[in-house]
């Protein structure tokens, strides 16, 4: 328990106490989880998605997102699909179009909708708090998903993706998430409970389809977790499949 509870402190400091840091805090992130997605692509199904200009573009996406917005961030993606293209002409033509699908999978999946993180955070004067409800939204889904689960599981939601799931622990996720989101954005933003219940609601969703959209790449690749960066708890991916999503 000790390194989730570390690493949301270092995000709630970053929040709180210097809101620059959680930009260094989202490049970081976003960094490891590509490197960590690349590295797992060539591992598990022997395509080369080129590491140097996924790392760079990840950086370019985050930064420009912060500074400029979503247009921009937007434009980052394409020049790093583009410039993962022009690297991997270097190695020849044999298996291209495969390394440069899974370079635009993995710049998609991990820095792009990382980017939205930094699009929240510098919305308004109140974008740490949007960030803020947004990730114990997740949490709540995490936690509502796993107690219905264990109390009340018995029909699986994706056997062949994540047997573990079941249709209990989703209407679990999103009741739990629906009811605290209620009550955390009316205290914190102000907005009426209904418009709670249903952001808790789209985000406990999207947070299930995260986790279940990584478990699928894990099956597919034929590994366990991303990597083992995190003693006892996996890969960095493996602890954002659902806030990327969400």
């Keep these: 328990c000790a390194l989730p509870i570390s690493l949301g402190g270092l995000v709630l400091v970053s ?38 200009p996924l790392v760079a573009g990840g ?12 247009d921009a961030l937007t434009l980052a993606l394409l020049v790093t699909v583009l410039a993962a293209a022009v690297w991997r002409l270097g190695d020849g033509p044999g298996g291209f179009q495969r390394d440069v699908t899974s370079a635009a999978l993995i710049a998609v999946y991990v820095p792009f909708l990382g980017g939205f993180a930094a699009l929240l955070a510098t919305e308004s004067t109140d974008g740490h708090l949007r960030v803020l409800v ?81 478990s699928m790449i894990k099956r597919d690749l034929g590994i366990k977790d991303m990597s083992n960066l995190l003693p006892g708890h996996g890969g960095l991916m493996d602890r954002l499949d659902s806030i990327l999503f969400a």
Excluded: C
Excluded at 62 to 68: D, F, T
């Design 15 to 52: 929040l709180f106490v210097y809101l620059p840091a959680f930009l260094v805090v989202i490049a970081v992130a976003a960094s490891i989880g590509t490197w960590e997605l690349t590295r797992a692509v060539q591992r598990g199904s022997g395509a080369n998605p080129p590491l140097p």
């Design 59 to 70: 950086l370019l996406m985050v930064g420009l997102a912060w500074w400029v917005g979503p």
């Design 134 to 214: 947004t990730l114990a939204a997740v949490v709540l889904s995490d936690t509502g998903g796993y107690v219905a689960g264990v109390l009340l599981g018995k029909h699986p939601m994706a056997p062949s993706v994540s047997p573990k799931k079941s249709w209990e622990g989703f209407a679990g996720s999103v009741l739990a998430t629906a009811v605290g989101s209620a009550l955390l954005l009316w205290l914190l933003l102000d907005l009426a409970p209904a418009w709670g219940a249903l952001f808790g609601a789209a985000v406990s969703i999207a947070a299930v389809l995260g986790d279940l959209a990584e």
